[in-house]
């Protein structure tokens, strides 16, 4: 069957420090990948995604290389901003293209 | 602009009682899903539909219901309240075969 598994939160770092959260999936082929990210009081919104192998997802200066050795899709920034604190889903869709499959979610707080 | 909306926001009803909470999209998007979100648990599905007179049954249905008699919407209802029923409830939408969710903003829902 389909899964996601991140690492457990919570995970607290100081501005400008670097930033990675881990991201393994099991699948039926090769599914989009994805990462969502959740701003305090709001829904989920798309971050990044990567439709196959090698691929790189990249926005806001967050990076996610898709992984299909490892079957990981890590979630990466340099350097962290008090605003990037939320909390950060990574996820699937299977091959119908129809559903998602969420990890438990990580959340990052950043301090000045 | 095209967008997601859930109302209530914040709903606190007793055990036992019926309750239904609404999801309204102008995305014109086939695709709608319920989830809700707890800590430990991430994103869990409720039930989903991929069109107008389509519901499916999702990881976590016992004592929710929906029916979608148009494509906008997709209320949620929970037939008896309970305690264990208290959640983050999140709906989001898509496009047949689309990679991206949008989700709306969230309805807070406590059981007493």
């Known amino acids: 069957g389909n899964s996601v598994t991140q690492m457990e939160g919570p995970v607290t770092l100081s501005e400008e420090a670097f930033l990675t959260i881990n991201c393994t999936y099991t699948a039926t082929g090769y599914p989009s990948l994805f990462w969502y990210v959740q701003y305090p009081g709001e829904g989920l919104q798309l971050l990044l995604k990567a439709t196959k192998a090698d691929d790189k997802g990249s926005n806001k200066g967050f990076e996610a290389t898709y992984r299909k050795e490892t079957t990981s899709f890590h979630l990466e920034k340099g350097s962290v901003q008090v605003s990037d604190s939320a909390v950060y889903f990574c996820a699937l869709i299977d091959l119908t293209g129809n559903q998602f499959y969420f990890g438990t979610g990580t959340s990052l707080t950043v301090i000045p | 602009d095209a967008e997601i909306t859930q109302s209530p926001r914040h709903k606190i009803t007793e055990t036992g009682r019926q309750v239904t909470l609404a999801c309204h999209q102008t995305w014109n998007h086939n695709n709608m899903f319920w989830y809700r979100q707890d800590l430990g648990h991430g994103l869990r599905l409720i039930h989903y539909?991929?069109?107008?007179?389509?519901?499916n049954k999702g990881e976590v249905s016992d004592g929710y219901s929906v029916s979608r008699s148009n494509t906008e919407d997709l209320p949620l209802t929970l037939e008896s309240a309970a305690s264990s029923q208290t959640s983050v409830y999140f709906c989001?939408?898509?496009?047949?075969?689309?990679?991206?969710?949008?989700f709306g903003p969230g309805t807070r829902l406590l059981v007493l």
């Open positions: 539909s991929y069109g107008v007179q389509d519901t």
């Open positions: 989001a939408s898509s496009t047949a075969g689309g990679e991206t969710q949008y």
